[in-house]
């Protein structure tokens, strides 16, 4: 299985996207698994980025990474809000545009879930 998760809100998406990750593993270890954040969901791979009870998303997003799961970051929306790629954790890694990735790995066999 290949899944793609779309998180464009880090707000509303971002932390129940990670446990759907950490889900979908737990119940099937070798599905190949990215997430693909743009506009406002690359927040939660900021450095301190934080959830609303104050837990820093990092330690999930390390965890997750550890068992395989790619986060990238939309280049494009670095660009439109002016941030740096060094403002990200060392977890976080960057494609030129991130609805252009999701289409590739849609046709690639991946399946697409927002969550």
């Known amino acids: 299985d290949k899944v ?21 593993l737990d119940t099937e270890p070798s599905t190949q698994v990215t997430v693909v954040g743009h506009a406002m969901g690359v927040d939660f791979l900021m450095e301190d980025a934080k959830d609303k009870s104050g837990a820093a998303y990092a330690e999930l997003v390390a965890a997750l990474k550890s068992r395989g799961v ?30 252009v990735r999701i289409t590739k790995l849609q046709h690639q066999g991946y399946a697409y879930l927002r969550p």
Do not use: W
């Not at 986060?71 to 494009?76: L, M, P, Q, R, S």
């Open 4 to 24: 793609v998760y779309h998180i464009s809100d880090a707000a509303t998406q971002a932390l129940a996207g990670l446990r759907y990750v950490r889900n979908q």
């Open 70 to 99: 790619k986060f990238e970051v939309c280049e494009i929306t670095l660009k439109n809000r002016g941030l740096k790629k060094d403002q990200f954790i060392m977890e976080a890694d960057f494609t030129p545009s991130g609805v």
